[in-house]
């Protein structure tokens, strides 16, 4: 099994910019997906979550209302577009699978990750 993220790149704050994550090996709709994300010197922190069961999302208070989260069945394919981009937003941003149910918190120590992505660097300028 195997999560392959891209799309990271450089951006000017305000920008956009939409990473991917194409899943292998995976009967895809047994996992929730996720979005996480670690700056430099920084824990790594959950961004955002999908469950595959009744399509809900959620988001940390930090990108609510410019990031959203969404996923692609026919393609093995989840995604994340962010818009409005800040300079806070710099991290690796990597994608994960779980056979949890999202948690009530993203990110939550509590959620179980099976695979993590190998990580997409976004760099925001000022």
């Known amino acids: 099994v195997q999560l392959q993220a891209s799309g990271g790149g450089l951006v000017q704050a305000g920008g956009s910019l939409t990473l991917s994550c194409a899943a292998s090996g995976f009967t895809f709709d047994h996992y929730d997906w996720a979005w996480f994300r670690q700056a430099p010197g920084k824990d790594r922190e959950g961004v955002s979550c999908?469950?595959?069961?009744?399509?809900?999302?959620l988001y940390a208070d930090s990108v609510k209302g410019r990031f959203a989260i969404s996923s692609e069945k026919s393609k093995n394919m989840v995604y994340l577009q962010m818009r409005n981009l800040e300079p806070t937003d710099t991290a690796v941003y990597y994608c994960?699978?779980?056979?949890?149910?999202?948690?009530?918190?993203?990110?939550?120590?509590?959620?179980?990750?099976?695979?993590w992505g190998q990580g997409t660097q976004v760099t925001v300028s000022s």
């Open positions: 994960a699978a779980s056979l949890s149910q999202c948690p009530v918190v993203v990110g939550s120590s509590d959620w179980k990750v099976e695979v």
């Open positions: 999908f469950s595959i069961g009744d399509g809900s999302t």
